[in-house]
Structure formats: C-alpha cells, structure tokens
C-alpha cells in the first residue's frame, strides 16, 4: 500500500511545485508591468517591458557585485604603490570603474575559497580514503588557481587590448596627418579623429575622448599625453606621446612629425602581419599531424588492408 501511494504523493508535491512557481511568475511579470506603467506616468515617458522585468535581476547581480567590493576591501593590499599598480593594470585592461580594483581583489578571493573548499567537500563526500599529502597539494593548487586565474586573464586582457590599440594606432594618426594639414589645432584634430573613429577605432576613440575631456577641464597637453600614455602602457603610443611634447617644445610641425610617424606605424604593423603569416604554417602542423594525415592514411591504404586480409583468409582456407 504504501509503494503504491508514495509515487502518488510525489507526483502531488512536484504539481504543487510547478503551481506555485507558475504563480509566482506569473505575479512577478505583472508586478513588473505596474511598475513600468507606473514610471511611465510619473516620468512622462516609455518605459521599455524588457527593461522592467529585468530590473530586480540587474539589482540583484548589483548587491552580488558590491558583496566582491566589500570582501575585496578587507583582503586586499593596503599599500598605497600596490593600489595605485593594481588599479593601472585595471586601467590598462578597460576596466575603468570607480571600485573595479576592489571587486578584482574579492573575486580573487572569493575563487580561492571557493575552489579550495569545494575540492574539500567533494573530496569528503566521494572520496574519504584519499591521503592527506593529496589533499592537501589538491586544496592548495586549486586556491592558487582562484588567485592567479584572474591575474592571468587580466594579462591577456592587458595584452590583447594594447595589440589593438597597435593595429588601430596607424589609421587615428593617417586621420590626425590629414586634419592637421588642412589647418586644424592638434586638439581640434584629436576630437574630429575620436568622431570619426568610434566604429573603425573603438579603443583608440575612447581614449582620444578622454584627451579631449582633459584638456577640456584645463589640464595641461603634455600631462594630458602622458597620461593617455600611461593608461594605454603601449610603447608605441608613448613614443609617439614624447615626440609630441618635443614638438610642441621646440615649435617642429607636428605634421610633419605625425606624417613620418604614421608612415613607421604602418610599416609595423604590416611587419606584424607577415609574421604571423610566418607563424601559420607551424601552427598548422600539430592538426595536420593529428587530424589530417590519420584520415589520409585510412582513406588510402585501408582498402590495400581490407584486400590483404581478404587474401590471407582465402590462402588459409586452401
């Protein structure tokens, strides 16, 4: 009787279950829809249904985020150098945000605690007669991962943005060459090259527009260059950052100085797309090895196995 009814009792409990959810769904969308019609009237104007209904979920990965802020300002340095290093490294990434450094810090060791006491549980849940020494070398290797993971992926980030910027360096200063010959100041030719480049330049306009802004706020141009320098951190662009400032001292046309320098750009980044052309064909060889030439040898010589086969069976009949 009873095997015959738990089933039963189950199946009540998931219908329930599935009701209950139905409904709270069903009152959280209708929730979301008065909400939207309330700003509407309130602000006079349309509010988007999509962005009603995921307002409580941006809300919630907001509190979930300034937890990582909060946890990273109690284990992260307290130096004032590895600070400002640290905070650099986010700048140079993209990551720009007020209290970035402090999310970084906490996710770090948020990963940290959480692979290292998730590989304790699962080790005391499925494998209890695991030895000590192991257990040990797994927790601590698998906490390093969660400190240096990210440490790696920003590198990658670091790297990846400053190539980039190097690959969308040589058009900004050809636009800069032509807007500065046609009679414009270098900082009326700066804005004009961050409008024109926000689709084909996203990086390098970015950046352009924090120039503007500065200077705009009455910093001065040379601390306004090296500091878009600094936030980029790639050598070209600081290369091109002090020959600016030489210009600007000594009275050299800059553009003149841009013109030769877009030229050395241009022909750097050709030197770097040779190079990896250079490169492809060794990084072709391991799938080639692996994947091609296996297939190759089944497609032409299995037929001659199959064949030999065949005939050391037919000679072992007779």
Same mark, same amino acid.
């Given at each position: 009787m009873n095997?015959?009814?738990l089933?039963l009792?189950?199946?009540?409990?998931?219908?329930?279950?599935?009701?209950?959810?139905?409904?709270?769904?069903?009152g959280?969308?209708?929730?979301?829809s008065?909400?939207?019609? /309330?700003?509407? $009237?309130?602000?006079?104007t349309? %509010?988007?249904r999509?962005?009603a209904?995921?307002?409580?979920?941006?809300?919630?990965?907001? $509190?979930? %985020?300034?937890?990582?802020g909060?946890?990273?300002?109690?284990?992260?340095?307290?130096?004032?150098?590895?600070?400002?290093?640290?905070?650099?490294?986010?700048?140079?990434?993209?990551?720009?945000?007020?209290?970035?450094?402090k999310?970084f810090?906490?996710?770090?060791g948020?990963?940290?605690?959480?692979?290292?006491?998730?590989?304790?549980?699962?080790?005391? /849940?499925?494998?209890?007669?695991?030895?000590?020494?192991?257990?040990?070398?797994?927790?601590?290797l698998?906490?390093a991962?969660g400190?240096?993971?990210?440490?790696y992926?920003?590198?990658?980030?670091?790297? $990846?943005?400053?190539?980039?910027?190097g690959?969308?360096?040589?058009?900004?200063?050809?636009?800069?060459?032509?807007? %500065?010959e046609?009679?414009?100041?270098?900082?009326?030719?700066?804005?004009? %090259?961050c409008?024109?480049?926000?689709?084909?330049?996203?990086?390098?306009?970015?950046?352009?527009?924090?120039?503007?802004?500065?200077?705009?706020?009455?910093?001065?141009r040379?601390?306004?260059?090296?500091?878009?320098a600094?936030?980029?951190?790639?050598?070209?662009?600081?290369?091109?950052?002090?020959?600016?400032?030489?210009?600007?001292?000594?009275?050299?046309?800059?553009g003149r100085?841009?013109?030769v320098?877009?030229?050395?750009?241009?022909?750097?980044?050709?030197?770097?797309?040779?190079?990896k052309?250079?490169?492809?064909?060794?990084?072709l060889?391991?799938?080639?090895?692996?994947?091609?030439l296996?297939?190759?040898?089944?497609?032409? /010589?299995?037929?001659?196995?199959?064949?030999?086969?065949?005939?050391?069976?037919?000679?072992?009949?007779?």
């Open positions: 095997d015959q009814i089933p009792f189950a199946a009540g409990i998931g219908f329930v279950s599935v009701l209950l959810a139905g409904y709270g769904l069903m959280y969308l209708s929730g979301a008065d909400s939207a019609r /309330l700003k509407e $009237r309130v602000s006079g349309a %509010v988007k999509s962005d209904l995921t307002a409580p979920l941006g809300s919630a990965i907001k $509190r979930f %985020v300034d937890l990582f909060r946890l990273g300002t109690k284990i992260g340095p307290t130096e004032a150098a590895e600070i400002d290093k640290g905070r650099l490294r986010l700048i140079q990434a993209g990551l720009r945000k007020a209290d970035s450094y999310i810090q906490g996710l770090k948020f990963l940290a605690v959480g692979l290292g006491g998730g590989f304790l549980l699962f080790r005391f /849940l499925f494998m209890p007669d695991m030895a000590l020494p192991a257990t040990g070398f797994g927790f601590v698998l906490a991962v400190v240096y993971g990210p440490e992926w920003l590198s990658k980030k670091i790297s $990846r943005r400053k190539m980039d910027v690959d969308e360096l040589p058009d900004a200063l050809d636009l800069l060459v032509v807007c %500065v046609s009679g414009m100041g270098l900082d009326q030719a700066v804005d004009r %090259v409008q024109e480049m926000k689709t084909s330049g996203p990086i390098i306009s970015s950046e352009f527009k924090l120039l503007t802004l500065e200077l705009r706020a009455g910093k001065s040379i601390e306004a260059l090296r500091s878009m600094e936030r980029v951190g790639l050598d070209d662009l600081n290369s091109l950052t002090s020959l600016l400032i030489q210009a600007d001292a000594f009275g050299i046309s800059v100085t841009l013109r320098y877009s030229d050395a750009m241009r022909v750097k980044r050709s030197q770097r797309a040779e190079e052309a250079a490169k492809m064909p060794v990084l060889l391991l799938p080639l090895v692996t994947f091609i296996p297939s190759l040898f089944v497609a032409i /010589l299995g037929p001659a196995v199959i064949m030999s086969l065949d005939m050391f069976v037919e000679m072992n009949k007779q």
